[in-house]
């Protein structure tokens, strides 16, 4: 019971995306910083963000339990299929959040904590509470959430933010419709079933794909821009360039060819470049 009772709110945090946005937190923080890497300070950033990251995460399943149970991708989740009570999963998600709060307080500067609470807040407020369920702009306005992390690590290095580090928030805000698109393109029947309008619900798939083309085609010269600014070099641009290169011929094969198969194939490669590009980042950085 104990072992379920772990896995349970284990998966009310989404650990998949806790780690994502730690990575692009940590990166900022690591380039930001220079040779003078504070490890106290990134040790206390990975755990305030894990927390309010996985606090935002369980106020997300609580306040979706509704829209959960009808979806067949999210029925399993631990609220709707009765493993955790709302009230509990409520509590939970409150107490990290406070937790990450607290945390970052007490290790970084201030406006790193303020970064920190405004990707929770835009996460669980704006985007789940208020433009989920109402307009095809969900992901796209809701992707600010995830732009939060980079500048919440760089904040915590520096205690403020430049050029490069609203480079890599707009970054990530670019690159969310296009991953989360294509998913919600398998996930079609999902979406229409619960009532979320979802760009591939109301537009259609075949629309979808070529939006998803679309913003593809402005987040790969995005990503490479950060070499002529001089921010990162030679490294970098190989790196970004090619795995961006992948990323736009297999969101080109989705415009042409709107499967539900080839929107997996989409996603699947989509997940793995926001992680790659910022690694490559930090990469850049070291030699």
């Given amino acids: 019971m104990a072992r379920t009772s772990f896995q349970a709110y284990f998966s009310l945090i989404k650990p998949r995306i806790m780690l994502l946005l730690d990575l692009t937190a940590v990166a900022a923080f690591v380039v930001a910083s220079g040779p003078s890497l504070g490890l106290v300070k990134m040790f206390g950033l990975l755990l305030a963000g ?12 609580y306040l979706d339990r509704d829209l959960d149970g009808r979806m067949g991708r999210t029925r399993s989740r631990p609220i709707p299929k009765g493993v955790v009570e709302p009230g509990r999963g409520l509590e939970f998600g409150l107490l990290l ?5 607290l945390t970052s307080l007490y290790f970084l500067p201030l406006l790193a904590t303020v970064f920190i609470l405004l990707g929770a807040f835009i996460y669980v407020i704006f985007y789940t509470e208020w433009l989920k369920r109402r307009t095809t702009l969900n992901i796209v306005l809701g992707g600010s959430a995830g732009s939060c992390a980079p500048l919440a690590g760089w904040a915590a290095a520096t205690g403020q933010v430049g050029l490069a580090a609203w480079l890599m928030a707009l970054l990530v805000f670019v690159w969310t419709p296009s991953h989360f698109w294509g998913l919600a393109m398998r996930a079609v029947d999902d979406y229409s079933e619960a009532g979320i ?3 591939p619900v109301v537009v259609g798939e075949k629309k979808a794909a070529q939006y998803i083309a679309v913003n593809t085609l402005l987040l790969v ?11 990162f070099g030679l490294v970098y641009l190989l790196i970004a360039g090619g795995f961006g290169l992948w990323l736009l011929i297999v969101d080109l094969k989705l415009a042409f060819d709107p499967s539900k198969s080839r929107a997996w194939t989409a996603f699947k490669v989509s997940s793995p470049y ?3 590009v910022f690694l490559a980042m930090v990469l850049d950085k070291a030699v």
């Fill in 97 to 101: 959040i406070g937790g990450g709060a």
């Fill in 274 to 276: 926001l992680a790659i």
């Fill in 197 to 199: 309008p979802m760009l």
């Fill in 50 to 61: 894990s927390l309010a990251s996985g606090g935002a995460a369980a106020l997300n399943c």
């Fill in 221 to 231: 010269p995005l990503s490479l821009a950060f070499f002529p600014l001089g921010v």
